[in-house]
């Protein structure tokens, strides 16, 4: 990947979660940087034209259709998926800049195992971000840190990146079946985010904080 990294040998993926996000898809395609491996949409049954729009803007684009429901169901999709070296996980919420994806590919070529992303660190920031929400996240940071000795800031902003070796200690699952009676099996919900987080400290993974 080139636009200011030095190692042009890495392969970056970037996996995108959308589900009627037609709308979101021009301004988010237009802050992917160049020369990416593979950009991966996985849809969650969107019925509205999200998949033509994500052909018509990039052709290269690689789509996948989760097979169960849910953020957590998604990311093990599209890490299942990937190819390249380093997995680059991103929503499209309205909080996130594509653009800043060379940050995150750095910090691992830095030496970090996985880089995650934070309104809250110094230099990062978010408009939308309401005050509650705000301090759920914080509370929720505070009481993870406490039980694993870690030091996120932000558990819940959904703009992470790792190493491929590394993604099976996320513990995703992309293959079971879904519940009966169309439920959501754990892990496959917004809790995903805090599970991700909480699976690299037990795995002693090293992790680098970027101000996003």
Request: proline fraction near 6%; glycine fraction near 14%; charged fraction near 15%.
């Amino acid at each position: 990947m080139k636009g200011g990294l030095s190692e042009p040998w890495v392969r970056v993926s970037v996996v995108i979660p959308t589900l009627n996000q037609e709308r979101t898809l021009p301004y988010a395609f237009a802050r992917l940087p160049p020369d990416l491996h593979e950009v991966i949409v996985v849809d969650g049954h969107s019925v509205d034209g999200t998949l033509s729009v994500a052909r018509q803007l990039r052709p290269d684009v690689r789509l996948v259709v989760q097979t169960r429901r849910g953020i957590g169901n998604a990311l093990a999709c599209g890490l299942a998926a990937a190819t390249g070296d380093i997995v680059v996980m991103v929503g499209l919420n309205g909080s996130a800049d594509l653009g800043e994806i060379p940050r995150f590919v750095g910090a691992l070529l830095g030496g970090a195992d996985f880089a995650t992303g934070s309104r809250f660190a110094e230099g990062g920031g978010n408009d939308n971000l309401s005050r509650l929400p705000a301090l759920g996240s914080r509370a929720l940071s505070v009481l993870v840190n406490l039980l694993y000795g870690t030091n996120y800031s932000d558990l819940c902003y959904g703009f992470n990146a790792i190493w491929r070796r590394h993604a099976p200690v996320l513990g995703l699952d992309a293959t079971s079946p879904e519940l009966p009676g169309g439920g959501i099996r754990w892990g496959d919900g917004p809790e995903a985010e805090a599970l991700i987080h909480m699976r690299v400290a037990l795995a002693g993974l090293v992790v680098a904080e970027v101000p996003s």
